[in-house]
Nanobody, 117 residues
Framework: QVQLVESGGGLVQPGGSLRLSCAAS????????MGWFRQAPGKQRELVTT???????NYADSVKGRFTISRDNAKNTVYLQMNNLKPEDTAVYYC???????????WGQGTQVTVSS
């Protein structure tokens, strides 16, 4: 089993920055696609960004140029650097680990990000 623990959420003003962390149990980056999802109240869960084992990244158009996903292999941690935050970014952010082999997808418990003045 893989456990994911998110941290770093909070309340920030529009235009501010925040860095989310996702600590994984064990070394999983070589066998899983890592990513971040978010879900705003009353809306469906949305894919924000992904990071493959080969280092390829993808971003949703809504966050492209503002968000950056990265990882620290030694710490088994994935980060989401969020810059120029907007009220529309307000949501619960979830870390995800999707295995290349197997059907089980792992999710963190989520961390709340609120962008408001």
């Amino acid at each position: 089993q893989v456990q994911l623990v998110e941290s770093g959420g909070g309340l920030v003003q529009p235009g501010g920055s925040l860095r989310l962390s996702c600590a994984a149990s064990g070394t999983i980056f070589s066998t899983h696609i890592m990513g971040w999802f978010r879900q705003a109240p009353g809306k469906q869960r949305e894919l924000v960004t992904t990071f493959t084992s080969s280092g390829s990244t993808n971003y949703a158009d809504s966050v492209k140029g503002r968000f950056t996903i990265s990882r620290d292999n030694a710490k088994n941690t994935v980060y989401l650097q969020m810059n120029n935050l907007k009220p529309e970014d307000t949501a619960v952010y979830y870390c995800r680990a999707f295995p290349y082999v197997g059907s089980r997808v792992y999710w963190g418990q989520g961390t709340q990000v609120t962008v408001s003045s």
